[in-house]
C-alpha cells in the first residue's frame, strides 16, 4: 500500500432497488463510516444511488435521498447494487442495466448485496464469474440464467466483481475489504467497533445446518 492510495479517499456508491434491505446495506455502509471515525480522516466516501435520482423506500419503510446513477462515473472505486425481496422490481430496466454496464467499463468495480447479484446477472454482468446471492433468491437465479451457478457463500470477491448474501454479512466482507487497503488491525479495530468479534471466512455457509434449523440433534 502506498502513501498517496493510503491518502486517497475512495468513493463508494450503494445504488438502491426499491425495498431494498435495510439490514444489509447498513453493514455494509457503518463499518466505511467507522473506519473514517477511527482514521480521523475519511478513508471512504458514501454515496447513496437511484434511477433518475429519485428517493428509494428500504425495507423498513425508510425513505433515504440518492444521486442519480447515470450521473456518476470513474471517479468511483466501487458501486454496490443493493435490493430486497423482489430483485426484479425493476424501474426502467433497459436504463438501470445501461447505467451498470456503462460504469463496469469505465473500470468501476461493481458489487450486489442481498438479491442484487440478480440484477448484474440481468445485466448480463455475472457472465463466467464466481458470485452469491441470498439463499432465497438463489433458486430464481438459477432457474432465470441456467448458465449462471451461484456459489452458497457468505461473499465472494471475483476481480473486479463482489457479491454478498446480504444480512449481517457485509460486516464480514467489509472487514476483508478495509483489511485489504488498510490492513488486518485497522480492520480489526472496525469490528470491535461493532462488536463483530467472530469475522466469518468468506466461503462459510449463509446457513445453519439442518439440524440447528429444526432443532433436531
Avoid: K
Avoid at 458470485?131 to 441456467?146: D, G, K, M, N, S
Avoid at 485497522?186 to 439442518?210: E, K, N
Wanted: with cysteine; net charge neutral; charged share 20%.
Amino acid at each position: 500500500m502506498t502513501a498517496e492510495l493510503d491518502r486517497q479517499t475512495q468513493r463508494f456508491g450503494f445504488l438502491l432497488l426499491p425495498n431494498f434491505a435495510l439490514m444489509s446495506y447498513a453493514s455494509a455502509t457503518e463499518p466505511l463510516r467507522a473506519a473514517n471515525l477511527l482514521a480521523g480522516r475519511s478513508l471512504y466516501a458514501i454515496r447513496q444511488l437511484s434511477q433518475g435520482g429519485r428517493p428509494v423506500q428500504s425495507s423498513g419503510g425508510i425513505d433515504l435521498t440518492c444521486d442519480d446513477v447515470s450521473s456518476v462515473g470513474a471517479e468511483f472505486h466501487t458501486v454496490f447494487v443493493c435490493a430486497g425481496g423482489d430483485p426484479g422490481n425493476w424501474v426502467e430496466a433497459d436504463r438501470l442495466f445501461g447505467a451498470l454496464r456503462r460504469l463496469s467499463r469505465l473500470g468501476v468495480r461493481l458489487g450486489a448485496i442481498s438479491s442484487g447479484a440478480y440484477v448484474l446477472a440481468a445485466a448480463g454482468l455475472l457472465d463466467n464469474r464466481d458470485f452469491t446471492i441470498h439463499w432465497e433468491h438463489a433458486p430464481v437465479l438459477r432457474e432465470a440464467y441456467p448458465d449462471l451457478t451461484p456459489r452458497q457463500a457468505r461473499y465472494v470477491i471475483d476481480g473486479d466483481r463482489i457479491t454478498c448474501g446480504g444480512g449481517v454479512a457485509p460486516l464480514d466482507m467489509m472487514h476483508a475489504l478495509i483489511a485489504e487497503r488498510m490492513g488486518a488491525h485497522f480492520a480489526r479495530r472496525v469490528s470491535d467497533w461493532y462488536l463483530h468479534t467472530a469475522i466469518a471466512d468468506p466461503s462459510d455457509p449463509q446457513r445453519g445446518s439442518a439440524a440447528e434449523r429444526f432443532a433436531t440433534y
